[in-house]
């Protein structure tokens, strides 16, 4: 069982917007940095949002991270078919000294 | 571009041993803090455990679920990261993947940027 809460699944249609959450702790995403992660079925997983809500200059800024005390919050907007994946939240732990990812969110666009 | 590739994946019985090792390129990997992050079978992603530079010590920290079965090192010269893995469980079965801690100064962990394919562990009798 994950400690940080992501919804099993999400879905929307082609070009509207979706939010995926993750909930935590204070020793999690309360007092650090939340990454987000898209994996591809059959794929490694690739970082989408890093310190929050920051973007590596190769995602597209239809990806957006945002955080609010112990959760935080991935949004989609234009969604595509190429987005339908599984996504995972993910962050450090100061009490349990470990990376904790949440159980993942598979987002099927219809 | 930095490459990571994973090998030493095995079909292997409970209770048995066995090494994984990562071979880095493109990337300053004596001055990396390295991870492993397993996936099972229609799984989620579970963090394995770090090391962190030989300059700080290479300290490392493990999940509970391997703690004191896994041990992960470091060989900078060779730049390669291993995991030896004993006592090995048929929960262990998974995809490893070996990945660089992104972190900044004040902070435990960033993100992981770079993944490799990863190799496959399975533990079956």
């Known amino acids: 069982q994950s400690v940080l809460t992501q919804p099993p699944s999400v879905s929307a249609a082609p070009g509207q917007k979706v939010t995926i959450s993750c909930s935590g702790s204070s020793s999690s995403i309360g007092n650090n940095y939340v990454s987000w992660y898209q994996q591809l079925p059959g794929t490694a997983p690739k970082l989408l949002i890093y310190e929050n809500n920051k973007r590596p200059s190769v995602i597209p800024d239809r990806f957006s991270g945002s955080k609010s005390g112990t959760s935080a919050t991935l949004g989609i907007t234009g969604l595509q078919t190429g987005d339908e994946a599984d996504y995972y939240c993910g962050t450090w732990d100061s009490s349990l000294r470990a990376v904790l990812f949440g159980g993942g969110t598979k987002l099927t666009v219809l | 571009e930095a490459q990571l590739v994973e090998s030493g994946g095995d079909l292997i019985k409970p209770g048995g041993s066995l090494r994984l090792s990562c071979a880095a390129s493109?990337?300053?990997?004596?001055?990396?803090?390295m991870s492993w992050v397993r996936q099972a079978p229609g799984k989620g992603l579970e963090w394995v455990g770090r090391?962190?530079?030989?300059?700080?010590?290479?300290?490392?920290d493990y999940a509970a679920p391997v703690k004191g079965r896994f041990t992960i090192s470091r060989d900078d010269s060779k730049k390669t990261l291993y995991l030896q893995m004993s006592s090995l469980k048929t929960e262990d079965t998974a995809i490893y993947y070996c990945?660089?801690?992104?972190?900044?100064?004040?902070?435990?962990?960033?993100?992981?940027?770079?993944w490799g394919l990863g190799t496959m562990v399975t533990v079956s009798s």
């Open positions: 090391i962190k530079t030989k300059s700080e010590g290479g300290t490392t």
């Open positions: 990945t660089p801690m992104e972190t900044i100064t004040g902070s435990e962990f960033i993100a992981f940027d770079i």
């Open positions: 493109g990337l300053i990997f004596s001055n990396a803090w």
